[in-house]
């Protein structure tokens, strides 16, 4: 049995926040339209928690003001 070593589950971990961001970002644009560079860039700073939680009410956003909106409720 192999053991995972620290760094290669903080990779992990890396590769999964980016993997998530992506397609966040992905289904975002195609709901809302291009997004604008500051909200990716507020965007690319969550965490995983927070982009898991983005993820769950993504389908109930219909505006970028919406976005924003959620943002700033939920993103220190």
């Given at each position: 049995?192999?053991?995972?070593?620290?760094?290669?589950?903080?990779g992990l971990?890396?590769?999964?926040?980016?993997?998530?961001?992506?397609v966040?970002l992905r289904?975002?644009?195609?709901?809302?339209?291009?997004?604008?560079?500051?909200l990716?860039?507020?965007?690319?700073?969550?965490?995983?928690?927070?982009?898991?939680?983005?993820?769950?009410?993504?389908?109930?956003?219909?505006?970028?003001?919406?976005?924003?909106?959620w943002?700033?409720?939920?993103?220190?």
């Amino acid at each position: 049995m192999e053991l995972m070593t620290s760094w290669e589950r903080k990779g992990l971990e890396q590769g999964r926040r980016e993997g998530m961001e992506h397609v966040v970002l992905r289904l975002l644009r195609e709901r809302l339209g291009e997004i604008p560079a500051l909200l990716e860039q507020r965007i690319d700073g969550l965490s995983t928690d927070q982009l898991d939680a983005l993820s769950d009410v993504l389908l109930k956003l219909k505006t970028r003001a919406d976005l924003e909106k959620w943002l700033a409720h939920n993103v220190q």
